[in-house]
């Protein structure tokens, strides 16, 4: 008896007390390591554990998991998807076909249509791209619609929310040594996609790498300018026009990325054809 109760403590002593011990000192140096004014208790760090995001290296499967989380904070709370099934099936196709010939084709992207009336589109980040049932309606053809996904894909290859969020974190002082925490990135991120309108140079960027993209996609590039035009001549900008740059000046700069070899050549023209799928589809 006596040499089993000698055994045990023995063998609970070697198991666990070094590695705990080395998990402690550890941890223990990395806390010493920070500047005093950017401390953070212990039992924080502890309750947080992995809800704790360090925006400055954030991976591209944590970008993913993020944009999904955001996603699911909006979908039935702040907007409800729109109701069928092929018409969310045609957007995807257009959308897969651009993401193919983007400059970011290896992440998951997952292309909704909002039931709304209202003419836009918005995207945030891990893959997540949103289109409001009036946009569909509102464009004369398919080479239209593909040009706003292009633009909203390309705000997801330059991780414009991502940098966004970045921004406001800090300038609101809600990041910490270790980063910050999951709940509010999710909370900015549902504030980016809906309320906050994108930097003047995010906007540009999204255009001259969306219009790349549609060009390689094979569909007609002019047809950003045409659909942009279109907007800006019928009164009162609709949010998608509201929220961005001047419009007037994003034509001028759109028609400077066109490539003359492709600027009426391609598909995605035909008029009758998509009104006919967006009606039979609707």
Known sequence: MSKLFLVKPR?????WFYPLLSI???LTFWLSSLPAVQAIPIEKLIFHGVRILQLSTISERQEIALGKQ??????????KLYRSPALTQYVDLIGQRLVKVSERPDIPYTFQVVDNDGV???ATMGGFVYVHKGLILAADNEAELASVISHEISHIVGQHSLKQMRQIAIAQGLASAA???????????????????????????ADRLGIIALGRAGYVQQAAVDFMEKLLGSGSPPTIL????ATSDRIKTLQQYIDPSL??????MNSSAYQEVVRRLM
Request: charged content about 25%.
């Open 11 to 15: 063998l609970f002593h070697h198991r």
């Open 24 to 26: 402690c000192t550890a």
């Open 70 to 79: 955001i996603n699911d904070s909006m979908v039935g709370r702040e907007f």
């Open 120 to 122: 836009n589109a918005f």
């Open 179 to 205: 980063g910050l925490d999951n709940n509010l990135a999710v909370q900015i991120g549902v504030e980016l996609a809906l309320r906050r309108p994108n930097s003047r140079e995010a906007e540009y960027e």
């Open 242 to 245: 509201s929220t961005h740059p």
């Open 263 to 268: 600027a009426e050549r391609g598909v995605g």
